[in-house]
């Protein structure tokens, strides 16, 4: 018995057309997705103009040097009941004590605007926003100030 071959399929240009619209509609398509990831994650610029911060660089560096001497670490910002809270220490260990702290709430891709936010100290070298920040990732531009030493700092809080 015999068995009748196959007919065999023609590749025209209607196949040839089908795969180069499917290729390009597949990288058009992982694009648009990483594109939307990117938009959505993306957490801002670090300067808006890079020529003037090279300018402001050196002073920068000088005030980083003027906060080390001052010998405070302070902690990430952790979420407790809704607000920020913040711990800061000396050089010994110690929490540090009669400070004042202020700071900027920023959204990290600009869908709400900054606002202020202040804090009191709750503990030992512990402080606590009087506000309750809203839910979501936020940045913090902090400047703590005790006597004639300030610090200024960025803390995310998720």
Same mark, same amino acid.
């Given at each position: 018995?015999?068995?009748?071959?196959?007919?065999?399929?023609?590749?025209?240009?209607?196949?040839? %057309?089908?795969?180069?619209?499917?290729?390009?509609?597949?990288?058009?398509?992982?694009?648009?997705?990483?594109?939307?990831?990117?938009?959505?994650?993306?957490?801002?610029?670090?300067?808006?103009?890079?020529?003037?911060?090279?300018?402001?660089?050196?002073? =920068?560096?000088?005030? &980083?040097?003027?906060?080390?001497?001052?010998?405070?670490?302070?902690?990430?910002?952790?979420?407790?009941?809704?607000? &920020?809270? !913040?711990? !800061?220490? %000396?050089?010994?260990? &110690?929490?540090?004590?009669?400070?004042?702290?202020?700071?900027?709430?920023?959204?990290?891709?600009?869908?709400?605007?900054?606002?202020?936010?202040?804090?009191?100290?709750?503990?030992?070298?512990?402080?606590?926003?009087?506000?309750?920040?809203?839910?979501?990732?936020?940045?913090?531009? !902090?400047?703590?100030?005790?006597?004639?030493?300030?610090?200024?700092?960025?803390?995310?809080? =998720?």
């Amino acid at each position: 018995m015999s068995e009748q071959p196959s007919p065999v399929k023609k590749f025209t240009g209607y196949h040839a %057309t089908m795969m180069i619209v499917g290729f390009f509609a597949v990288v058009v398509a992982v694009n648009l997705v990483m594109a939307q990831f990117a938009l959505s994650t993306f957490s801002g610029t670090v300067v808006d103009n890079s020529y003037v911060a090279s300018q402001k660089y050196n002073k =920068w560096l000088e005030q &980083a040097r003027h906060q080390q001497a001052n010998g405070w670490t302070v902690s990430p910002a952790v979420r407790k009941a809704g607000k &920020a809270s !913040i711990a !800061i220490t %000396t050089t010994d260990g &110690a929490g540090l004590q009669g400070a004042t702290m202020v700071a900027i709430a920023e959204h990290p891709i600009g869908q709400s605007e900054p606002f202020e936010v202040s804090f009191t100290q709750a503990g030992a070298g512990e402080y606590q926003s009087v506000q309750t920040l809203p839910a979501g990732r936020w940045k913090l531009k !902090i400047v703590i100030t005790q006597d004639d030493k300030n610090m200024r700092v960025v803390r995310d809080i =998720w």
